[in-house]
């Protein structure tokens, strides 16, 4: 048999995520290409991968950073596209195949619904979209006939232990595991004075800053429960979360009959981003192979919500719909920025997103892309009207 060339387009290549992607891609040169990179501010590191993948296209933020840009890639013949239309532009070429959505946070939306009405194959890494805009991005990309794979490790893990990755008959539960973060056996008191650099030290991922804060506050499991409603169609009721320190089992399917499905593997993101880059089927990725008689036990336990109040308020926003995830997702993202800043406390972040949620978490959901911006624009605003006020 033989096979096209698929063309991949990487919005946040200079990420986590993106280096992942890319390791894996240069794994299989006969299946994909590199075809376009995005970058924000680490111009080196764009620049080193443009030299090396040679894509068709780089994606950069304004006019400045495509003339540094352009001074680093040694004569490498890349196009450079810059400004708020560029990320859009490569997503919906039409040359690309595959989207990887790896940019964090709300700045990956206007581009993943590019991606979405353009019809691509989108490789959802960008969980903040899908919580910020569920129901418009799904929309989208069944107007447009895209497809979307999970990358996030416990949404993937879901999507293998579900029959062709949907939600059907005979479905009980979906159980999300986490990890706990660095924090799971801290007491509450101490939690006040944790620094950035603590937050960011994930004991099982090495990860990019927002999503490793997110993590210890566990308010990174509350945004997956969000994603998990909308990715698998499944009620609140139906969504739990247990907390797995080793991170070896990256979730599970409960089924009427008892039966319990899990996916396990080492934490290492290039299995997800392999799984959802040849499904159905499978790629060689770099991993290691798991040695469950050297790992020798695997523990579980309820989450601890008294402690880890962004779960709880995740949980809320779920349960309350309109536009209380939108609400929240801005909320703690500039929270979690401003405590990276060290502008305000580790325990002010669930504070901050409690009282930002109580003022506009009881809004009506955003029904297109600008609406659902205007929400953000509107929750920021009075996350840093907060922020203000904590610091004067
Ligand atoms: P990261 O911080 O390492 O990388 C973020 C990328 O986004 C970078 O390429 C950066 O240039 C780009 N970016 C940042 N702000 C931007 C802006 N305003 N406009 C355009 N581009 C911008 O983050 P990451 O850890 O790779 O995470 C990326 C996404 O994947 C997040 O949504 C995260 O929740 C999700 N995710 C990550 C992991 C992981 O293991 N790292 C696991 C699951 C899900
Ligand atoms: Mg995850």
Same mark, same amino acid.
């Given at each position: 048999? /033989?096979?096209?060339?698929?063309?991949?387009?990487?919005?946040?290549?200079? *990420?986590?995520?993106?280096?992942?992607?890319?390791?894996?891609?240069? @794994?299989?040169?006969?299946?994909?290409?590199?075809?376009?990179?995005?970058?924000?501010?680490?111009?080196?590191?764009?620049?080193?991968?443009?030299?090396? &993948?040679?894509?068709?296209?780089?994606?950069?933020?304004?006019?400045?950073?495509?003339?540094?840009?352009?001074?680093?890639?040694?004569?490498?013949?890349?196009?450079?596209?810059?400004?708020?239309?560029?990320?859009?532009?490569?997503?919906?070429?039409?040359?690309?195949?595959?989207?990887?959505?790896?940019?964090?946070?709300?700045?990956?939306?206007?581009?993943?619904?590019? =991606?979405?009405?353009?019809? %691509?194959?989108?490789?959802?890494?960008? %969980?903040?979209?899908?919580? #910020?805009?569920? %129901?418009?991005?799904?929309?989208?990309?069944?107007?447009? *006939?895209?497809?979307?794979?999970?990358?996030?490790?416990?949404?993937?893990? +879901?999507?293998?232990?579900?029959?062709?990755?949907?939600?059907?008959?005979?479905?009980?539960?979906?159980?999300?595991?986490?990890?706990?973060?660095? &924090?799971?056996? #801290?007491?509450?008191? @101490?939690?006040?004075?944790? /620094?950035?650099?603590?937050?960011?030290?994930?004991?099982?991922? %090495?990860?990019? @800053?927002?999503?490793?804060?997110?993590?210890?506050?566990?308010?990174?499991?509350?945004?997956?429960?969000?994603?998990?409603?909308?990715?698998?169609?499944?009620?609140?009721?139906?969504?739990? +979360?247990?907390?797995?320190?080793?991170?070896? +089992?990256?979730? #599970? +399917?409960?089924?009427?009959?008892?039966?319990?499905?899990?996916?396990?593997?080492?934490?290492?993101?290039?299995?997800?981003? =392999?799984?959802?880059?040849?499904?159905?089927?499978?790629?060689?990725?770099?991993?290691? #192979?798991?040695?469950?008689?050297?790992?020798?036990?695997?523990?579980?336990?309820?989450?601890?919500?008294?402690?880890?109040?962004?779960?709880?308020? =995740?949980?809320?926003?779920?349960?309350?719909?309109?536009?209380?995830?939108?609400?929240?997702?801005?909320?703690?993202?500039?929270?979690?920025?401003?405590?990276?800043?060290?502008?305000?406390?580790?325990?002010?972040?669930?504070?901050?997103?409690?009282?930002?949620?109580?003022?506009?978490?009881?809004?009506?959901? *955003?029904?297109?892309?600008?609406?659902?911006?205007?929400?953000?624009?509107?929750?920021?605003?009075?996350?840093?009207?907060?922020?203000?006020?904590?610091?004067?």
């Amino acid at each position: 048999m /033989t096979r096209t060339i698929q063309n991949v387009t990487i919005l946040g290549s200079t *990420g986590s995520i993106g280096a992942s992607t890319l390791d894996v891609l240069a @794994r299989h040169p006969d299946r994909y290409r590199v075809f376009a990179l995005s970058g924000y501010r680490q111009l080196e590191r764009l620049a080193q991968q443009c030299r090396r &993948f040679r894509p068709a296209l780089a994606a950069v933020p304004d006019e400045d950073s495509a003339r540094r840009l352009g001074g680093l890639l040694d004569g490498c013949p890349v196009r450079i596209l810059a400004g708020e239309s560029a990320l859009a532009e490569i997503s919906a070429h039409d040359e690309t195949d595959v989207v990887m959505a790896a940019i964090v946070g709300a700045a990956g939306l206007p581009a993943g619904i590019a =991606a979405a009405r353009a019809g %691509k194959r989108i490789l959802l890494a960008n %969980k903040e979209s899908l919580v #910020m805009a569920g %129901k418009v991005f799904l929309d989208a990309c069944r107007q447009g *006939g895209a497809s979307v794979l999970p990358i996030d490790s416990e949404h993937n893990a +879901v999507f293998q232990c579900l029959p062709n990755g949907r939600n059907g008959a005979g479905v009980r539960r979906i159980l999300l595991t986490a990890s706990g973060g660095p &924090f799971r056996e #801290m007491p509450l008191e @101490r939690m006040a004075d944790v /620094t950035a650099a603590q937050a960011c030290e994930h004991p099982n991922w %090495k990860m990019g @800053r927002k999503i490793s804060v997110d993590s210890a506050t566990m308010m990174n499991k509350g945004l997956e429960l969000i994603e998990a409603h909308y990715l698998f169609d499944m009620p609140d009721a139906g969504l739990d +979360v247990v907390v797995h320190p080793q991170s070896i +089992v990256h979730s #599970m +399917v409960e089924y009427t009959d008892g039966s319990t499905l899990a996916q396990l593997g080492n934490p290492d993101m290039r299995t997800p981003i =392999a799984h959802a880059l040849a499904y159905p089927e499978r790629i060689e990725s770099g991993v290691d #192979m798991l040695r469950l008689a050297e790992i020798g036990r695997l523990d579980f336990e309820a989450p601890d919500l008294g402690r880890f109040a962004c779960l709880r308020l =995740a949980r809320e926003a779920l349960r309350a719909e309109g536009a209380a995830p939108a609400v929240l997702n801005a909320a703690n993202e500039v929270a979690v920025e401003s405590f990276l800043a060290g502008r305000i406390g580790f325990l002010d972040i669930a504070r901050l997103n409690e009282r930002v949620l109580g003022r506009l978490g009881g809004e009506a959901a *955003g029904s297109c892309l600008d609406s659902v911006l205007d929400i953000d624009r509107r929750a920021r605003a009075e996350a840093r009207a907060f922020v203000e006020g904590a610091c004067p």
